[in-house]
Nanobody
Framework: QVQLVESGGGLVQPGGSLRLSCAAS????????MSWYRQVTGKERELVAG????????NYADSVKGRFTVSRDNTKNTMYLQMRSLTPEDTAVYYC?????????WGQGTQVTVSS
């Protein structure tokens, strides 16, 4: 079955960096676009970044452009999100996502907290 497992979250000071990972299994990873979303309690989940199946076409929400970098390693079935210059507004649970046959699959999420 499809599994997405996020890791790498934690507590970081403003201005700091974190790298999130999403390990995928149960489908042919290299054939599918992937995405990172985030959600703050009480708010809707928002798209942070996406990446094409080959990795050639990343895209970003305006709020993270220039600070976050999405990448993937199709030999390891893993997607990454490198986050720099973090601010308290980046505090959220981060989820990876894939859409297979019109069905959304989500990981369990990883908490990122930016605080001094």
């Amino acid at each position: 079955q499809v599994q997405l497992v996020e890791s790498g979250g934690g507590l970081v000071q403003p201005g700091g960096s974190l790298r999130l990972s999403c390990a995928a299994s149960g489908f042919t990873f290299r054939n599918y676009d992937m995405s990172w979303y985030r959600q703050v309690t009480g708010k809707e989940r928002e798209l942070v970044a996406g990446i094409s199946s080959s990795g050639a076409w990343p895209n970003y929400a305006d709020s993270v452009k220039g600070r976050f970098t999405v990448s993937r390693d199709n030999t390891k079935n893993t997607m990454y999100l490198q986050m720099r210059s973090l601010t308290p507004e980046d505090t959220a649970v981060y989820y990876c996502n894939v859409v297979l046959f019109r069905t959304n699959y989500w990981g369990q999420g990883t908490q990122v907290t930016v605080s001094s």
